[in-house]
């Protein structure tokens, strides 16, 4: 691979077939990232940064997609104390004012269902709730109640309507309940009554929007391979009528299988943080992961692989994206996914076939 070959403007062109402008008619842009943590060191360096600063050289990547999306790893509130019930190592709070970090980037929705949203109780998610309302970022797998915590985001691009459901596996004592707040806690398990409601929403949903996608926080920290249990209920998901699976929680990334045609993240790593790096399992190293929509199918997807460095994100260069990109190349081998480097664009890209994806729409 070589990756001194780029672009100025690394956004590149649509994949597969485009018209006079450079684009298809029938394509939709989706970005997706990691966790995005603003709290602690991040949120002091905010205090006096630009809220720019956080997405470093990457927004021009950002900026260029129809649609944005990122797992909200904190809650952004300035009420609320440490959560005390019961012991929690880390807790992350974001200023209130840093909602403009995310409306900076153009983020259009967010997953809540996390394992830090209330990290500073119920008050802190109630205004969290608000704040984004008010900025008109959508959100899923949190909210006052159970019913708001499990309901379906959507968001209106070129026409099409885009479906978020956002649920985890993490904090089961944050589950929301018919009268209390919390998080859409399910577990990774098939035969578990919240699973079947779960796959039951999927099937529901799928009929009422364009695209849906399935946001999962699930499992550890680490580890660059799923569990198996996340293998199959990522297939169960598909099954029921989820269009991407987006996987977030381990701290690295892990590799993308298409299942009927349908693109799994099992974990997109870390994009923003302040976190001390492992060695063994650096969770520095993640991508911005761009799919291209033809109706409900991924034609495409182009990974631009990324480092964090001082609190922000960065486009790695040289060696760092040759060892990055590498390593995501050798996972998604494993799921028998094909993958090639794009010189010109400066991102590692996954081309579906268009025939096939179109055989599988409609035997869904």
């Known amino acids: ?9 690394r956004r590149g062109a649509p994949l597969g077939t485009s018209n006079s402008e450079g684009v298809r008619d029938d394509s939709l842009q989706l970005l997706l990232v990691g966790d995005c943590m603003l709290g602690r060191l991040v949120n002091e360096v905010l205090e006096s940064a630009p809220p720019e600063r956080p997405w470093g050289d990457t927004l021009p990547i950002l900026h260029g997609a129809d649609w944005r999306l990122c797992n909200l790893e904190c ?23 840093n909602i403009a970090v995310l409306t900076t980037a153009g983020m259009n929705a967010v997953s809540l269902a996390n394992n830090h949203v209330l990290d500073y109780g119920y008050d802190a998610l109630i205004e969290m709730l608000r704040i984004l309302d008010h900025a008109g970022i959508v959100h899923s797998g949190a909210g006052h109640n159970y019913e708001e915590a499990s309901r379906v985001a959507t968001s209106k691009v070129s026409g099409r309507k885009l479906g978020l459901l956002a ?17 859409f806690y399910v577990p990774t398990d098939l035969t578990d009554s919240r699973a079947k409601k779960l ?14 996608i399935v946001s999962a926080h699930w499992g550890s920290n680490w ?38 045609d349908r693109p799994i993240l099992y974990g997109a790593g870390d994009f923003v943080d302040d976190y001390a790096i492992d060695k063994v399992e650096p969770n520095d190293q993640s991508f911005i992961y761009v799919m291209e929509m033809a109706g409900r199918i991924a034609r495409g997807v182009r990974m631009y692989p990324t480092l964090i460095r001082g609190c922000h994100a960065s486009l790695a260069e040289g060696v760092y994206a ?43």
């Open 199 to 212: 796959l039951e929403l999927i099937r529901e949903s799928r009929d009422v929007v364009d695209v849906l």
């Open 322 to 364: 040759l060892s990055i990109t590498q390593k995501m190349v050798d996972l998604c081998a494993e799921y028998h996914t094909p993958t090639h480097w794009n010189p010109a664009r400066g991102c590692l890209e996954i081309t579906h076939s268009h025939t096939d994806a179109h055989k599988a729409s409609n035997s869904h």
């Open 223 to 260: 580890g660059y391979r799923p569990p198996h249990e996340h293998v199959l209920f990522a297939h169960a998901l598909m099954d029921a009528g989820a269009d991407i699976i987006f996987g977030h929680s381990s701290h690295v990334f892990r590799g993308i299988e298409f299942y009927k």
């Open 167 to 183: 649920f985890t596996d993490n904090e089961p004592g944050w589950e929301a309940s018919a009268d209390r707040s919390g998080v």
């Open 1 to 9: 691979m070589n990756l001194e070959d780029r672009d100025s403007d």
């Open 75 to 97: 809650v952004i509130s300035d009420r609320g104390a440490p959560w005390s019930a019961y012991p929690k190592a880390f807790h992350f709070r974001s200023s209130a004012k």
